[in-house]
């Protein structure tokens, strides 16, 4: 089972304030490796609250944390803290000046058994 | 007892002067601090960089003679970061860029650059936080939340204050209007006036918004709470919108839209618009390269018989994929940019300049410690209102400022 959503990112002052104390922390990576999506996608993905799900485009993939919404209704569309993590789904070409609207990351999302990527197989990545 | 001075806060660009920093530094002593500011100045006793040179301890001396080869060599250098410095250290870093011939780009690239381009060159009308605290009845956040950006905004200037004109502030006379994708934590001080909608729908927002003010029926969202809205913003005396990265990123390409919004909310009552920039001095940045440059983001210096010439680069990905060196000024971009572009840097020899450890600096060929500004080293910087801010360190230290390790790399070259 899986499903395609729009994930928007937004910016998080606690995440900020653990970034802060290091980015190797575990609060960190707690708040960065979560991907919050509206209750009933996760019923349908059948991810529990804080179960794991692959989300992946053609740009990267990542495992995340899901988290249910505390929102009103908003299926289709997921939400990440902006971080490495996050990043990992972006195009870097999206922000091309005169280039059409941004509207949000297309991923797909899945039900995962792997371990949450860490940040340090991020920097990895990075380097191969 | 212990003695406070008021300084400076530079964990955003609301720039907040009214800290109370104890002679003996410790952390719950500091007064006034947010969150956020609170974490800024944790930084002072978080994981410290050191000089190193290929992973390991060397000398100042040797980091700053490694980092002026590095960028002496380099035939397209990059040099990133610029919106966490003072004016002074980005007043040296472009004479650096300029004499090296390299690319220099900053976070707003991403985000609030072409607005701020926008307010800069007068085609948006703007004000000052100052005006807003004492005139605004109305405070539009779209795409923007200040309670986790800029968590002073509210309570300073734009929903809580009273005001010399807005004395019954919150109470009565102000409204707080929150246009976001999510129930962001400003949404949630208030759900009547919260327009929730999808990712990209910026634009069609924008147009109901000209049709309710136009007296028309708007063909998107909640078509009763659409005609609420276009209430409030004709009884409105002084409205600010506060645009932030969701809505700029969602009318790429369309920015005309809003200049548009901006006149027609100015021919009903008076509209400004303020960015919210993410780094303390993102608005120094843009307007020093805009007065040197004529440009307020990504700008690449050549060297043309002896002339320094500079142009616009289109994006900073297309400058990452072709430097062949960077320069991190006091910015993690390995942490914060796209994948792509964190992984093109990656690649190249990296130069580190900061104060405290990170993704880009654990990678770095080359470390550089430098001093906080606003914390151990002062400056100036412009706020996200466009008003100029004595910083005034508030301890003593052995780090270089960044203008002085800046200096002293040119020296070395």
């Not at chain 1, 944390?65 to 929102?71: H, M």
């Not at chain 2, 607005?115 to 936080?129: D, I, W, Y």
């Not at chain 2, 949404?187 to 327009?195: E, F, Q, S």
Request: some cysteine; overall charge negative; charged content about 25%.
């Amino acid at each position: 089972m899986a499903m395609e959503v729009k994930v928007a990112t937004f910016r998080d002052i606690f995440q900020y304030e653990a970034g802060r104390k290091g980015m190797h922390s575990e609060e960190y990576l707690q708040l960065s490796a979560q991907i919050i999506m509206d209750k009933e996608d996760l019923t349908n993905l059948g991810v529990k609250d804080g179960g794991r799900v692959l989300a992946e485009n053609e740009i990267g993939s990542v495992v995340l944390v899901a988290r249910t919404s505390a929102d009103k209704a908003h299926p289709g569309v997921a939400f990440m803290i902006e971080s490495p993590w996050s990043h990992q789904l972006e195009d870097d070409e999206r922000c091309k000046q005169g280039a059409l609207g941004f509207r949000g990351i297309s991923a797909k999302v899945s039900p995962s058994q792997d371990n949450v990527t860490e940040l340090s197989e991020i920097v990895q990545r990075l380097k191969e | 007892m212990t003695d406070y001075n008021y300084r400076s806060c530079t964990g955003c660009a609301l720039i907040c002067e009214d800290i109370l920093y104890p002679d003996k530094l410790a952390v719950p002593q500091a007064r006034n601090l947010c969150r956020k500011g609170q974490a800024h100045y944790q930084s002072l006793f978080a994981d410290r960089t050191k000089p190193m040179i290929e992973g390991r301890d060397a000398s100042l001396d040797k980091a700053i003679a490694r980092a002026a080869e590095i960028l002496k060599d380099a035939r397209s250098p990059l040099i990133y970061g610029w919106s966490n410095s003072s004016s002074e250290a980005q007043a040296v870093g472009i004479d650096l860029a300029e004499r090296i011939g390299a690319t220099v780009d900053d976070p707003s690239t991403y985000c609030e650059g072409l607005f701020m381009e926008m307010v800069l060159a007068g085609k948006v009308p703007s004000c000052t936080l100052d005006d807003v605290r004492n005139f605004a009845d109305t405070s539009i956040f779209w795409g923007s939340d200040p309670s986790s950006s800029q968590p002073r905004h509210l309570s300073r200037f734009s929903y809580f204050p009273r005001g010399s004109k807005r004395q019954k502030s919150y109470e009565e006379e102000r409204t707080c209007i929150v246009v976001d994708v999510r129930e962001s934590p400003t949404a949630r001080l208030c759900p009547d006036t919260t327009y929730r909608i999808g990712p990209g729908e910026d634009v069609q927002f924008l147009e109901a918004m000209l049709n309710v003010l136009e007296g028309k029926i708007p063909k998107f969202g909640d078509k009763k709470k659409m005609i609420e809205l276009g209430s409030i913003l004709k009884k409105t005396e002084y409205g600010v919108i506060f645009p932030g990265k969701g809505m700029l990123q969602s009318l790429q390409g369309k920015m005309e839209l809003f200049m548009d919004l901006m006149a027609r909310l100015n021919e009903v009552t008076t509209f400004k618009a303020i960015p919210v920039a993410g780094g303390f001095n993102t608005r120094g940045f843009n307007q020093l390269l805009l007065d040197r440059t004529g440009f307020v983001k990504s700008v690449s210096f050549q060297h043309d018989n002896g002339e320094v010439l500079h142009r616009s680069e289109d994006t900073l990905a297309g400058a990452a994929k072709r430097a062949d060196a960077l320069l991190a000024l006091g910015s993690d971009p390995l942490a914060e940019l796209p994948v792509g572009v964190a992984r093109a840097l990656a690649k190249v020899p990296m130069v580190a300049i900061d104060s405290c450890r990170s993704i880009t600096s654990d990678a770095a060929l080359v470390v550089i410690p430098s001093a906080i500004t606003g914390l151990e080293a002062g400056g100036t910087a412009i706020r996200t209102d466009g008003m100029k801010v004595s910083l005034e360190p508030i301890m003593k230290t052995d780090r270089l400022a960044e203008e002085q390790i800046l200096t002293r790399i040119m020296e070395a070259m």
